[in-house]
């Protein structure tokens, strides 16, 4: 079974700091990794992708993927309380198959 | 460029009754997929499409629901009879790029009283 795991959280952070939201997954298949910020009521909004190992940069977004590892994780520097959102990671496995996780619940406190 | 679009946004029936959810992908994107998503159950996968062609329907909880999709611009999930546990938000989403990178519809709220 192919799988994609995250902490549920919530996580809660305050103001202006850095949130740390991790996955990981099962099959090391895996090709293409995926975060999606969905905020109550809304559908899931693409926010970040990552192909390749290492550190990806998009604004106050980075993603972090270790294939080595399974591992990829989003941080959010200086968070903003528009930030409060759900966070999905998903994960391409092939085949136009794509596993999400349960997602993150993040909470930024002003 | 529009997104993709689904309609209609809220849907409210009773069960029994026959519900069709519609959905138009990106210009130009080859896939489609049908997510539902419930509290409990997260984001879940019911079929997708690749150049109009089904490819898995696995997901798909039980032969209730039946997709179709007549062409590259449009797609149905049709839900006949419906019961009060079908009740979800009802997700459409397309891709165009080999990473399957994939853009959801705004979705369509189902209630089944």
């Known amino acids: 079974q192919k799988e994609v795991e995250q902490n549920s959280g919530p996580l809660s952070v305050p103001e202006g700091a850095i949130a740390s939201l991790n996955c990981t997954y099962s099959?090391?298949?895996?090709?293409?990794f995926f975060w999606y910020r969905q905020y109550s009521g809304k559908s899931p909004e693409l926010i970040m992708f990552?192909?390749?190992?290492g550190d990806k940069e998009d604004g106050r977004f980075t993603a972090q993927l270790n294939k080595a590892s399974q591992y990829v994780s989003l941080l959010i520097r200086d968070s903003q309380p528009s930030d409060s959102a759900t966070y999905l990671c998903?994960?391409?496995?092939?085949?136009?198959?794509?596993?999400f996780g349960a997602g993150t619940r993040l909470f930024v406190k002003a | 460029d529009a997104g993709v679009i689904q309609s209609p946004r809220h849907e409210v029936t009773e069960m029994g009754q026959e519900v069709t959810l519609r959905c138009k992908p990106i210009?130009?994107?080859?896939?489609l997929f049908w997510y539902r998503q419930t509290m409990m159950r997260g984001l879940e996968l019911l079929i997708y499409?690749?150049?109009?062609?089904?490819?898995?329907d696995s997901g798909m909880p039980e032969d209730r629901f039946s997709a179709k999709m007549p062409n590259a611009s449009f797609s149905t999930l049709k839900i006949q009879p419906s019961e009060p546990r079908d009740s979800a938000v009802y997700f459409c989403?397309?891709?165009?790029?080999?990473?399957?990178?994939?853009?959801f519809g705004p979705g369509t709220r189902l209630t089944v009283l």
């Open positions: 989403a397309s891709s165009g790029d080999l990473a399957n990178t994939q853009y």
């Open positions: 099959d090391r298949g895996s090709q293409s």
């Open positions: 990552i192909y390749s190992n």
């Open positions: 998903a994960v391409y496995t092939g085949g136009f198959k794509t596993i």
């Open positions: 210009s130009g994107h080859n896939s």
């Open positions: 499409f690749n150049n109009n062609v089904p490819i898995d």
